[in-house]
């Protein structure tokens, strides 16, 4: 556990074109506890490694990088530092950039508290939930940013709308 105000980074990505659509701020959070088989960043498994930092410094670099369309949460499972994830999705969406943010829990999981209270309402400030874990089996084919075909892109504005899961 870190300070409140503090979370857990394993790295950022000022401008990338592949985690979402447009050019993106890439927050990959440090933790994860999904373990998934065939996981291209077990890195960021151990919640004790990475970098601390100030939640309201990742805000500030992101204010300061020109040229975004939006921002991505990844890691790790955000979700595990659902505060932070909540502080940085609002900020952003302030800024006027769009949210995406994967997650090994299914949407139900979290709509059904499994990933704490805190997680649910984070989900509040975010455009995009690319959820669920990694399939190494289910890899095969064309998943636009997605891993496995088992994950799927939920557009969460018109979800919240609808009262019924709606993808992009
Ligand atoms: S949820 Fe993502 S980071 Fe976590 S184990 Fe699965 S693929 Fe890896």
Redesign the pocket.
């Known amino acids: 556990m870190v300070e409140k105000g503090f979370m857990k980074l394993a790295g950022m990505v000022a401008h990338s074109m592949v985690d979402g659509p447009g050019v993106r701020f890439v927050i990959f959070f440090q933790g994860?506890i999904?373990?998934?088989k065939g996981?291209?960043?077990p890195d960021?498994?151990n919640s004790e490694g990475g970098e601390t930092v100030l939640i309201s410094d990742v805000i500030e670099k992101i204010r300061g990088t020109k040229y975004l369309d939006g921002i991505t949460l990844s890691?790790?499972?955000p979700l595990l530092q659902a505060e932070a994830a909540m502080l940085i999705s609002k900020a952003a969406k302030e800024m006027g950039l769009d949210v995406w943010c994967?997650t090994?829990w299914t949407y139900e999981d979290i709509q059904s508290g499994k990933a704490g209270e805190e997680a649910k309402n984070a989900l509040a400030y975010m455009d995009v939930l690319v959820d669920g874990?990694?399939v190494e089996e289910m890899m095969e084919g064309d998943h636009i940013f997605r891993?496995s075909a088992n994950q799927r892109l939920i557009e969460l504005n018109e979800t919240r709308k609808m009262g019924s899961i709606v993808l992009v």
């Open positions: 994860c999904h373990g998934c996981c291209q960043n960021t498994w890691g790790g499972d994967y090994g874990p990694f891993g």
